[in-house]
């Protein structure tokens, strides 16, 4: 009987292969042969490791898992890579050769099993494939070669329920040999991942314990440690990676309606919008998203110089699931968050061009305001109503989460998780520290509007928000961000809202009950009748 490669043979003889073929190529080879041949000379770029087992291994290299694995490898550790398709781990494994000079320990593996073998023990495989069925298509590769405490750690944007599932399954699979599942949020982008992300580790806490020491040299360092720290249990920390996309999808449309009042109101041009993103990244804005905004304005058309690129990209934004996601558990957890479901909104009326062009011929708006604008009013006041409706957004996803984690009996730290997303993920941003000093005094807060620092803040700010909705509803320019932002702000702070009505009425035709002012006992009344 033939005996199976170990890890090492699968490397080095793929290696020796290829310097055989590379060397002896004929002439006479199928297309599938010579396609084989360069792949082969590409992997000629191998390092070859020694016999020593790697610290980690890695499934899925494309986007975000290539760039996983290179920045495990910059950071010292030895690591194994796989994926579905080999070419993209001789791309790897090129990278790391070109990328590491020839000092990364990165070797790839054609076939899962050597990979599993290559791997010390307990095993620790990050996974890093396309979220839903490839992940359950990975574990089935992967279960029956793993041991006893070996850890599987799915890094993708994963629904929380399903990472939950994936556990119990793998649980009860072969219950003798106890194998880990964890879920690990990855934010940053490609750039985050090659140089350092956010990590959202939740799962068995030993298997955290495992790997922290990867993590957080892996993670992006800032001024008070490593962007990780140990989630939660179980899908804890799909479910923050997931809050994290729905905060940005409330950034990202916050900035989007403040350029749109800046150019259409303001009549800013390009360099002058360039400007004010560049001045605004010095102050309490400062962050990412507002440093890559005023980048954006400075990029020209490749077609046509004398363009810029932003003003040729089609106004339609698309979304890949997470702040849907975010808005479904909103509702689930019935914790109002209209800011992030505005922005969410606003890219499903986006993506409806043909119709809103259609609209736009026929649907009338307000006649046009004539008169100059201050541009420097409009500017300070719009900086100041993306301030307030940004710590009303924060506020909403924080709530989210804390909710959740009582409902689940994760034990959130909130402060901690706006500390890990200081730096390497898109909603990096100053701002970050001041929600964790707000947790810090006050673990328990139930709002972060009801911090001191937050609330003087808005209070100094609110009339320069009021001003700016107001401009932009007398414009007809949406604003279902900024403006949900101010509702919500105005809702929370307010005494007496109008439910009582909604009461009555919910009384009236389904006798639903009510609860008086004067009394918390349930009451009905026969509201068709005005007298008794
Ligand atoms: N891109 C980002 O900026 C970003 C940021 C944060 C988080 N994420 C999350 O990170 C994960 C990876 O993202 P990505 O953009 O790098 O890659 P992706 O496009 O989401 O997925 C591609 C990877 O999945 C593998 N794959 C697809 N179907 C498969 C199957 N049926 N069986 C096994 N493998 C399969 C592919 O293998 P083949 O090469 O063989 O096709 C490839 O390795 C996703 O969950 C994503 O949501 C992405």
């Given at each position: 009987m033939k005996r199976k490669r170990t890890a090492e043979e699968e490397a080095i003889s793929f290696y020796q292969t290829s310097k055989k073929s590379s060397a002896g190529s004929t002439s006479s080879t199928t297309i599938e042969q010579q396609q084989q041949q360069k792949l082969q000379q590409q992997h000629s770029h191998i390092h070859i490791m020694s016999t020593t087992k790697s610290d980690i291994g890695l499934i899925g290299l494309a986007v975000m898992g290539q760039n996983l694995a290179l920045n495990i490898a910059e950071k010292g550790f030895s690591i194994s890579v796989y994926n579905r398709t080999y070419a993209k781990t001789v791309d790897t494994v090129k990278r790391a050769e070109q990328e590491g000079k020839g000092s990364f320990k990165l070797q790839g593996f054609e076939h899962i099993e050597p990979f599993v073998q290559s791997l010390s023990k307990p095993r620790k495989i990050i996974m890093l494939v396309q979220a839903g069925k490839p992940v359950d298509a990975t574990i089935e590769l992967l279960k029956n070669h793993l041991e006893d405490g070996d850890t599987i750690i799915d890094g993708g944007n994963e629904w929380f329920l399903e990472t939950e599932r994936r556990a119990r399954d793998l649980a009860s699979f072969d219950p003798s040999r106890n194998i880990h599942y964890m879920g690990m949020g990855v934010s940053g982008g490609e750039e985050g991942a090659r140089h350092g992300p956010s990590l959202m580790p939740g799962g068995p806490i030993e298997s955290y314990h495992a790997i922290e020491h990867i993590l957080k040299k892996v993670a992006a360092q800032v001024d008070d440690g490593p962007c990780v720290t140990y989630i939660g249990p179980r899908g804890s920390g799909n479910y923050v990676k997931m809050?994290?996309?729905?905060?940005?999808?409330?950034?990202?449309?916050?900035?989007?309606?403040?350029?749109?009042?800046?150019?259409?109101?303001?009549?800013?041009?390009?360099?002058?919008?360039?400007?004010?993103?560049?001045?605004?990244?010095?102050?309490?804005?400062?962050?990412?998203?507002?440093?890559?905004?005023?980048?954006?304005?400075?990029?020209?058309?490749?077609?046509?110089?004398?363009?810029?690129?932003?003003?040729?990209?089609?106004?339609?934004?698309?979304?890949?699931?997470?702040?849907?996601?975010?808005?479904?558990?909103?509702?689930?957890?019935?914790?109002?968050?209209?800011?992030?479901?505005?922005?969410?909104?606003?890219?499903?009326?986006?993506?409806?061009?043909?119709?809103?062009?259609?609209?736009?011929?026929?649907?009338?708006?307000?006649?046009?305001?004539?008169?100059?604008?201050?541009?420097?009013?409009?500017?300070?006041?719009?900086?100041?109503?993306?301030?307030?409706?940004?710590?009303?957004?924060?506020?909403?996803?924080?709530?989210?989460?804390?909710?959740?984690?009582?409902?689940?009996?994760?034990?959130?730290?909130?402060?901690?998780?706006?500390?890990?997303?200081?730096?390497?993920?898109?909603?990096?941003?100053?701002?970050?520290?001041?929600?964790?000093?707000?947790?810090?005094?006050?673990?328990?807060?139930?709002?972060?509007?009801?911090?001191?620092?937050?609330?003087?803040?808005?209070?100094?700010?609110?009339?320069?928000?009021?001003?700016?909705?107001?401009?932009?509803?007398?414009?007809?320019?949406?604003?279902?961000?900024?403006?949900?932002?101010?509702?919500?702000?105005?809702?929370?702070?307010?005494?007496?809202?109008?439910?009582?009505?909604?009461?009555?009425?919910?009384?009236?035709?389904?006798?639903?009950?009510?609860q008086r002012v004067d009394d918390s006992n349930w009451f009905h009344s026969d509201w068709a009748t005005p007298k008794l």
């Amino acid at each position: 009987m033939k005996r199976k490669r170990t890890a090492e043979e699968e490397a080095i003889s793929f290696y020796q292969t290829s310097k055989k073929s590379s060397a002896g190529s004929t002439s006479s080879t199928t297309i599938e042969q010579q396609q084989q041949q360069k792949l082969q000379q590409q992997h000629s770029h191998i390092h070859i490791m020694s016999t020593t087992k790697s610290d980690i291994g890695l499934i899925g290299l494309a986007v975000m898992g290539q760039n996983l694995a290179l920045n495990i490898a910059e950071k010292g550790f030895s690591i194994s890579v796989y994926n579905r398709t080999y070419a993209k781990t001789v791309d790897t494994v090129k990278r790391a050769e070109q990328e590491g000079k020839g000092s990364f320990k990165l070797q790839g593996f054609e076939h899962i099993e050597p990979f599993v073998q290559s791997l010390s023990k307990p095993r620790k495989i990050i996974m890093l494939v396309q979220a839903g069925k490839p992940v359950d298509a990975t574990i089935e590769l992967l279960k029956n070669h793993l041991e006893d405490g070996d850890t599987i750690i799915d890094g993708g944007n994963e629904w929380f329920l399903e990472t939950e599932r994936r556990a119990r399954d793998l649980a009860s699979f072969d219950p003798s040999r106890n194998i880990h599942y964890m879920g690990m949020g990855v934010s940053g982008g490609e750039e985050g991942a090659r140089h350092g992300p956010s990590l959202m580790p939740g799962g068995p806490i030993e298997s955290y314990h495992a790997i922290e020491h990867i993590l957080k040299k892996v993670a992006a360092q800032v001024d008070d440690g490593p962007c990780v720290t140990y989630i939660g249990p179980r899908g804890s920390g799909n479910y923050v990676k997931m809050i994290h996309n729905g905060i940005e999808y409330g950034d990202m449309q916050l900035i989007a309606e403040v350029y749109d009042l800046l150019k259409n109101v303001g009549g800013l041009s390009n360099e002058e919008l360039q400007q004010v993103f560049t001045q605004w990244n010095q102050n309490e804005l400062q962050s990412f998203l507002i440093e890559i905004t005023s980048r954006i304005f400075a990029k020209r058309d490749e077609k046509d110089q004398s363009k810029f690129l932003v003003d040729q990209v089609l106004d339609k934004s698309g979304s890949k699931g997470t702040g849907k996601w975010t808005i479904q558990e909103c509702a689930e957890r019935s914790v109002p968050c209209p800011t992030i479901a505005s922005a969410l909104d606003a890219r499903y009326m986006s993506s409806r061009r043909d119709e809103r062009v259609a609209a736009s011929k026929v649907l009338q708006g307000p006649s046009a305001v004539s008169g100059q604008v201050d541009k420097q009013a409009l500017v300070n006041d719009l900086k100041n109503a993306l301030y307030c409706a940004k710590i009303c957004s924060y506020t909403q996803g924080m709530n989210v989460l804390r909710e959740a984690s009582n409902e689940f009996g994760w034990d959130l730290k909130l402060g901690e998780i706006s500390r890990i997303w200081k730096g390497g993920c898109i909603i990096r941003a100053i701002f970050l520290d001041r929600i964790k000093a707000a947790y810090d005094k006050n673990k328990d807060l139930p709002s972060l509007l009801m911090d001191g620092e937050f609330a003087r803040e808005i209070a100094e700010r609110q009339e320069s928000w009021r001003r700016i909705v107001t401009l932009a509803v007398s414009q007809g320019i949406p604003v279902p961000a900024l403006s949900a932002s101010l509702g919500y702000y105005d809702s929370y702070r307010r005494l007496r809202l109008p439910a009582n009505l909604i009461q009555a009425q919910r009384d009236f035709f389904g006798a639903h009950t009510y609860q008086r002012v004067d009394d918390s006992n349930w009451f009905h009344s026969d509201w068709a009748t005005p007298k008794l």
